[in-house]
C-alpha cells in the first residue's frame, strides 16, 4: 500500500470509524482501525461487531492494499501531524511496518494483518427510508436517556424505530418513563419496525452531528445501515418484541397543566439541589389554584419553589424521581408544555400544546406520609 | 443574622471561599462555608487549616450574625438562584435553620454553630510585598507543575518565594527538573525567603486569575497573607530549609542551542504519540550541525523527527524524560529558546535569549545501548 492523502480528511475519518472499535478486546485486532485503498479512495473502517463504520477519503493512491493499525496510536498520530500531506506506505514483507510520513516528521508503527478484521454485514433490502440527518440526529438526542441502562430486559436497551408511510418514531422507555418523538418524512415508506441498540445509536448520533443534508437508512432482519455521502454505518438490531407500549399510554386525564418550560426545569433542578443520593430524590407537586408548587426535603434541608401554572380539572399532588423529570425537561425545546395527570399513583404524560412531536411519559413514586 | 445580597457576588464569593473547604473531613465543620456579618459587610470564609480564604461582600444588614453551612450544599443553591436578590437569615432558636429566599423560591438548609469553626492565624509582621496579581499568577502557573508529587522530601511540596530588594523570584523542583521564574517589583522590599506548599499556590492561582491589580503579600514565619480588595487568603508556610539549588545549575556549557519554541515542542509531543507508558517514556536529541533530530521507540512503534536550530558546541546525542520536557516547553511563551549542555549525563539549562525571567533545569535519563 502507498498512498498520499490530506491529513484533515484523514483525522475526521479516523475520528469517525474510531467511534465503532473496542476499547478493549481480547482480539487485539478488533482495536484496530482497517485501512483499504479501493481506486483512488482510502477506506477506514472500525468494527467491534455490533457496530462497523466505514469512512471513505479521497486519497492519491499508488499502490493499492489494506493493513489494519492501533486505532488510538494511529489517531493520536494523525491528529498531531504537522503538514497537511500525508504519505502512507505499507509493505508486507517490510516487518509489517506502517510508515506515515508529514512534513519532517516519519512514524513507523505495527501493522496487523487484516485477513482475521470481521467483515461487515452486507445489507440486501428494499426497505429504506431518506431523512434528514439533523432531523434523525434530533431524534436520537430526544429519547435516548431513557433508554433502559440494565441488561435485565435486553430488548429495552434498545430503541423502537418505526416506519408508518410517511411517519417516522423513535420510542425509548426503561420502565419508569418512556420517550417518543415523531417526525414527518417527504414521502411514503410502507411500514416497517427495527430495534436499534442505544449505544450504537449514541455513537451514530455523534456521527451525524457533523452531517448536513439527507441519509439513507435500510433495514434487513438482521442489521440497519444509515449512508451518508462519506460514511457508511452498519448496526446489529436487537431481536425480540418490544412492548406494546401505546397500550400503557391514558388517553384520558382528570388534571391538565399548561407550563413554562424552562421555569419549570429550573424549578425542578433547584429542588433536587439538596436530593443528593438515590434514596431521596423525590420531588412533590402540588398542583392547584393556577399554580404548581414544588418541594423537596431530605437530611440536607428543604426546598419551597412555587410557579404560575394553566391548570385545568381536579387538583393534585403527585412525587417525581427528580432526575427522571429533569431529563425529559432538558429534551423538550418548546416554550410551554402540556402535563396531563389522571391521579397520584398513574403516569403523567408531557406533550406539546400543538402538534404530536413528542411524548414523554413518567411514573410517579409513593409520596411518604 | 438576617440580611440581603447581590447574588452574583455572593456565588463568586462562595466559589473562592470554597477552595479552602476541605472536600472530606473527619469534621463536618471544616466541608462548610463561615457565613459572618460585619457592619454592613458579609463575610464568607473556608478554612481547611492549611490554607484559609475569606471573601467580602457588601450586604444590607439588618441583624448581625454567623453561621456555618455546608459548603456543596450552600454553592449549589446560590448558583441556581433565581433572583439577583438573595434574603439569608438564620436564627439559633430556630432549629439551627439557615433560610435563603430568592424569587419565589425558598430554601431551608442546616446551620453549624460557627464556635467550633477554625481560627484564621493572624499575621502580625512589617514583611511585604506588593505585586501585580496577574504578573504573580504567571509565575506561578510556568513553575507548580515543577513541584515535587511525593511526599518523601515534604518541603519539596511547597514553592520558595524569594525577595531580593526588587526582585521576586519562584522556585519549584523535584529531583528531575527545576523551575525558575523571575520578576521585578516596583520597588525594594528587602529580602525573605519563604516556602508554600504547591497545593495552595494552586488555588491561590485560580483565584488571581480574576483579579486585576495588585496584591499585597505578607509573611510571618508561619504563615503568608496575600490581601486583594475582596479577599483575604492565608497559607501556613513549610518549614525546613530549601536546596540550595542556584549552586547546582551549571554556568558553563559544551553545546548551546537556540530553537524555536513550538517546533520544538511540537516534535517532542509527536514523539512521545507512542511513548504511552511510565518505563518507555524517553525521547532521544541528536544535536548536531544546526539540527536536532528527535527519535523515539517503544513497543508500538518508532518515531523520526527533524528540526533546524542554531547549534554553536559540540554535537551531543542526550535522552529526556518527554512528559517533564513537555511540561517545560509549554510554561514558555517566548518564540525561541536557549538550551545549554554540558554532557548527556549532565543537566541541559533551559532560559530566553536575553534576559533572566526563567531558568529551567532538566536532567536526562541514560539511554538505552
Redesign the interface.
Known sequence: MDLVCERNKLNSAVNNAQKAVSERSTLPILEGILLKTDNNTLTLTGNNTELAIRCRIESDVKEQGSVVV?SK?FS??VK???DNRVHIEYKKDHNN?VTLRSG???????GIDPIDFPDIPKIISDNFITISAKKFNNMIKKTIFAVAQDETKPVFTGELLSIDNDEIRLVALDGFRLAIRNDKMDRNYGTNKVIIPGKNLSEISKILSDIDGDITIIFDDKSVQINTEEITIVSRLLSGNFINYEKIIPTEYKTRVIADTREFQ??I??AS??L?DEKSNTVKLNINNNRIEITSSSE????????AANVEGLDIEIGFNSKYLIEILRAIDDESICMEFTNNVGPCIIKPIDGNSYIYFILPVKLAR
Do not use: A, Q, T
Open positions: 492501533s496510536i493520536d498520530i498531531r501531524l504537522p511496518i519532517n516528521s516519519k512514524f513507523d508503527i505495527l429550573d424549578s433542578e433547584r439541589v439538596i443528593r440536607h434541608g428543604s426546598v419551597y419553589e412555587e410557579m
